[in-house]
């Protein structure tokens, strides 16, 4: 049976990946968040990571050592490519 807190994460992923809640993508995030808490965990950590990260920029330059160490450990040195 799947928790309220799961259901909530899977509807907050499914628009972090701007998919209907009713896709196939979305179905299969919630039978991931159902078979795989430590998926769950990872997001969330994840998550917090990314939080702490804005915060710290926002309050003081961010090294760019720490700030490339942060998008290769994330997967998103491509990203970060496209937004320079």
């Known amino acids: 049976m799947k ?5 909530e994460l899977q509807k907050k992923i499914c ?3 701007g998919a209907d809640l009713g896709s ?8 991931l968040m159902e078979e795989c808490p430590e998926c769950k ?6 998550q917090r990571s990314v939080k702490l990260y804005r915060v ?5 330059d961010v090294p760019d ?12 040195d491509d990203f970060k490519k496209k937004t320079q």
């Open 3 to 7: 928790s309220k807190h799961n259901a």
């Open 15 to 17: 628009l972090d990946f």
């Open 24 to 31: 196939e993508l979305c179905r299969e995030v919630g039978i």
């Open 41 to 46: 965990i990872y997001y969330d950590t994840m």
């Open 56 to 60: 710290v920029e926002d309050e003081c």
């Open 65 to 76: 050592a720490v700030s490339e160490r942060l998008f290769k450990v994330l997967n998103l």
